[in-house]
């Protein structure tokens, strides 16, 4: 056996299975022989890294269960949406998630909140970070059933978990006391282990009538709000927009 497959065999059983494909690329290509022994291996390990960030990222976007597809390198800045530039560059960074704070994307119902959340939160997994995406309605829903299945400290953890967890259209739907709760032990917990991000239609002031105990209200509001960065986003409906689009092209 010549040395090319015995290096190949043992770079696949170290499981370094990239770096073996790029040594047998590199084989191939007599101009790459010429290079120093550090420029070869060099390639071999950013072939490595890079594939294994690769895997990394698409384990993490998967995980996280967003929506859409999502990236601020494709936001088009040509909608008007009001945003903030200076803010938008403090906040794209993810920074204000390593600093456990939280962020609310307000605004009427079609602008972008929900697009916006989703490109945060593929951001975050860029950055090697856990998320985690949910409709709040549907986390309500599912915080019912977790009761009666009694898999609700199961949830909880996977609510307390991630470095980000994202609520989508905060104030649709109605609020249980049992989810009014299970929503503070989530507040409370964050503050210490992760990020919150809330989307909603109603501005921020308005969300004490969500809750059915007012006592409650105060608690989760005071953890949430109280530290949380503001995008507020204006403009008309995209959805709008693009059905008039639609029709004028048919």
């Known amino acids: 056996m010549n040395t090319d497959i015995q290096n190949l065999n043992k770079l696949r059983e170290l499981r370094l299975n990239a770096m073996a494909t790029a040594y047998e690329l590199q084989q191939e290509q007599a101009k790459l022989q010429h290079l120093a022994f550090d420029d070869r291996f060099g390639l071999l390990l950013e072939s490595e890294v890079s594939t294994r960030n690769s895997r990394k990222l698409n384990r993490l976007v998967k995980s996280a269960g967003f929506p859409e597809?999502?990236?601020?390198?494709?936001?088009?800045a040509r909608a008007s949406r009001g945003l903030d530039k200076a803010l938008m560059s403090t906040l794209v960074n993810c920074s204000w998630i390593t600093r456990k704070q939280n962020l609310m994307i307000l605004g009427p119902t079609g602008v972008g909140k929900t697009w916006?959340?989703?490109?945060?939160?593929?951001?975050?997994?860029?950055?090697?970070?856990?998320?985690?995406?949910?409709?709040?309605?549907?986390l309500f829903t599912s915080i019912g059933q977790a009761v009666l299945d009694a898999s609700l400290?199961?949830?909880?953890?996977?609510?307390?978990?991630?470095?980000?967890?994202?609520l989508d259209d905060f104030g649709i739907g109605e609020m249980s006391p049992t989810a009014a709760q299970v929503l503070l032990d989530v507040a409370d917990r964050r503050m210490r282990t992760g990020s919150l991000l809330l989307t909603s239609q109603?501005?921020?002031?308005?969300?004490?009538?969500?809750?059915?105990?007012?006592?409650?209200?105060?608690?989760?509001l005071d953890r949430v709000v109280h530290q949380a960065h503001r995008v507020q986003l204006k403009g008309e409906s995209m959805r709008k927009?693009?059905?008039?689009a639609a029709l004028n092209l048919g």
């Open 202 to 220: 109603y501005p921020s002031d308005t969300w004490h009538g969500f809750f059915p105990d007012p006592t409650v209200a105060d608690a989760v």
């Open 69 to 76: 597809v999502a990236a601020f390198e494709d936001y088009d």
């Open 153 to 166: 400290p199961k949830l909880k953890t996977a609510l307390y978990k991630p470095n980000l967890l994202i």
């Open 241 to 244: 927009i693009r059905g008039r």
């Open 116 to 138: 916006l959340a989703s490109a945060f939160g593929h951001q975050a997994c860029r950055l090697g970070m856990t998320v985690a995406f949910y409709v709040a309605n549907d």
